[in-house]
């Protein structure tokens, strides 16, 4: 719930700490009275006039990743990292509150789903899933009893304290390398996920997808390298069969969603075997701080 979160939220305007007012419909409000409504599905909206609201995961791209994940088919995935996270937050204790919960912030949350899964994983912890799309966050703000939604813009100011988060989850999402680090305590985590080169490689070229580099994770790399250090690092690759109606929505739901007509998938799908054999594999990256 919002309430959860609420202490560790700042006003996207001046910075301040926030306070959730539950008079007139509920809303939340800085010590400047810059205030900021509550939505009736649970989330705050934090974008102040220059976010980067362009490119944010449209209604029905949400719709497509909730139905395509409700299915399972990431389901491996989603436990590797609540399994990790939950070994990186055996102290939980929140910035001015020992032996308080562990704040976990998923910096590009979609629905909630990775992040659900963490906290099913993690009973001590709460967690302030943020992300630029107001559909997504309305999934996410229902997703789990303890996640708070907030929509943000993640390439500029989080909306978040400094030294607040014990764990960042990034899940292919912009990674902004220097908010991470301010909100991050000095002895906290981040997890980062991308798709490796070999991701969806059976449907990518016959349904003229999108592609990832070969040297994405060294782009990671040097993107986080001046504040971050790698401390661990490991690949995970599930083999799916999926029926044709399966693929569609999964491509539906990322950012080939923006170039491809339902149409166009169906017809380069009529080529393809039913159910399709597809590889997902994915680097999953630990970093800490550097002090």
């Known amino acids: 719930m919002l309430s959860d979160i609420v202490a560790y939220l700042t006003c996207p305007v001046c910075g301040t700490d926030l306070t959730l007012d539950r008079g007139s419909g509920g809303s939340v409000r800085c010590a400047s009275d810059h205030s900021f409504d509550v939505a009736r599905q649970g989330y705050v909206n934090l974008l102040t006039g220059g976010a980067h609201a362009g490119t944010a995961d449209t209604a029905a791209m949400v719709e497509a990743r909730a139905a395509f994940l409700a299915q399972g088919h990431f389901a491996s995935l989603a436990t590797l990292l609540a399994e990790h996270m939950a070994t990186v937050t055996t102290s939980p204790g929140g910035p001015g509150s020992p032996g308080g919960p562990g ?40 997703a789990h009893p303890r996640i708070g939604a907030v929509v943000a813009d993640l390439w500029g100011r989080l909306p978040i304290r400094s030294g607040a988060a014990h764990v960042i989850l990034n899940v ?120």
């Open 172 to 291: 292919f999402a912009p990674r902004n390398a220097a908010e991470f680090r301010r909100i991050l305590r000095p002895d906290g985590a981040l997890l980062v996920v991308t798709p490796t080169a070999r991701h969806l490689q059976e449907v990518v070229r016959p349904l003229q997808l999108l592609s990832v580099d070969n040297d994405k994770t060294q782009q990671v790399d040097a993107a986080l390298g001046e504040r971050f250090g790698l401390v661990d690092r490991d690949e995970h690759e599930i083999a799916p069969l999926l029926s044709h109606p399966a693929v569609e929505t999964l491509v539906r739901m990322g950012p080939s969603a923006w170039h491809r007509t339902p149409e166009d998938i169906r017809r380069r799908l009529a080529d393809l075997a039913d159910p399709v054999p597809v590889t997902a594999s994915f680097t999953v990256s630990i970093y800490q701080p550097i002090r």
């Open 103 to 142: 704040l976990i912030v998923d910096g590009g949350a979609g629905t909630g789903y990775y992040l659900s899964a963490a906290l099913d994983r993690c009973p001590l912890a709460i967690g302030a899933a943020l992300d630029v799309s107001k559909f997504a966050a309305r999934r996410a703000a229902r």
